[in-house]
């Protein structure tokens, strides 16, 4: 017999292929539980050719859920199935949150609000600058790009090893945005406010360049949207030459609140409990 809160109230998922090493189930769960709330949260792995049955059966409601996440490699497949994408996912083409609502599927992407809100609770005034620079212009960076922009960043910096990708970002990101080779890099960071690292350089003991934070303003934050390991090479080079870091851990635990509180009915907080639940998930991992 499980715990009966989990066989009653809503079941929510997140779906992507592979998922085992998600942990959503883990946040989802945390905050059910202190909250008292029924239901249920749990990873469900959909191979590519499964998905589009999968989203079927979410419609029609013989998958039993209310909702769920979706990540790698389903976000595109999941905003084109849903009925009703909102704006921020259609400017995007992809999405993270799904959810029924009066007979529909709705979703969004919360990436970008997980983002801005870590910043806002890590580093209050991070936006005080009115440019930023985001490196790397691949899957990743795209809602950083939208949520720095729409939270009215005048200049948004893309520098990307290919300087079609950052291209094609400001194309749909519009004038705010621009693209520049690798090599613009110091020229771009002359009297930034804020540094967003959005490639894999660094990630999972990968090695990093080294880089050069001077022409940055000097109270400007560094940022890494990878958070395994949590101090990123790019974060410690930064933190060394007297900048002011914020870790990626923060974006994947608030991302969460919005599916949460569709599903679940009741607003969740992040607090110090649930970031080192995570924190020593991944020391045991
Ligand atoms: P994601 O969805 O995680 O963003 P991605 O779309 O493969 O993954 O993008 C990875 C990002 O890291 C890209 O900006 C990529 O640069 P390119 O577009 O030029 O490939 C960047 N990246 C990865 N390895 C890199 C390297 N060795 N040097 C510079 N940039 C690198």
């Known amino acids: ?25 883990l946040i989802h769960g945390y905050w059910l539980k202190t909250l008292g709330l029924p239901g249920s949260y749990r990873a469900h792995e959909v191979a590519p050719e499964a998905f589009a049955d999968f989203i079927h059966s979410l419609k029609d409601g013989s998958s039993g859920f209310a909702g769920g996440n979706v990540t790698i490699p389903h976000k595109e497949l999941a905003f084109r199935l849903a009925d009703k994408p ?5 400017e995007l083409g992809a999405s993270n949150t799904l959810w029924l609502e009066d007979g529909a599927l709705h979703a969004t992407n919360t990436d970008g609000r997980g983002f801005i809100a870590n910043l806002d609770e890590r580093h209050p005034g991070w936006d005080r600058h ?11 960076s795209r809602a950083i790009i939208q949520a720095v922009r729409d939270r009215g960043i005048k200049e948004i910096h893309v520098v990307n090893r290919t300087v079609e990708r950052a291209r ?6 519009g004038p705010r945005v621009r693209p520049h080779p690798a090599g613009a890099l110091a020229e771009v960071m002359k009297g930034a406010g804020l540094f ?26 560094v940022t890494d949207i990878v958070y395994v390991p949590l101090k990123t090479p790019i974060l410690t080079q930064a933190e060394e030459q007297g900048f002011s870091t914020v870790d990626g851990l923060g974006m994947l635990l608030h991302q969460a609140v919005p ?17 080192a639940l995570i924190i020593a998930d991944m020391d045991a991992h």
């Open 86 to 90: 909102d704006a921020l996912s259609s």
């Open 196 to 221: 967003i690292n959005t490639t894999s350089l660094g990630m999972d003991g990968e090695p990093a360049p080294q880089l050069d934070f001077s022409p940055l303003a000097a109270d400007a934050v």
């Open 168 to 173: 094609e970002l400001a194309d749909r990101f």
């Open 259 to 275: 599916g949460f509180e569709k599903w679940f009915g009741q607003r969740p907080i992040v607090d110090a409990a649930l970031r």
């Open 1 to 25: 017999m499980g715990d009966s809160r989990e066989t009653l109230g809503p079941r929510a998922f997140v779906t992507g292929f592979p998922i085992r090493h998600s942990r959503s189930p």
């Open 130 to 140: 009115g440019t930023a620079v985001v490196f790397g212009a691949g899957g990743a």
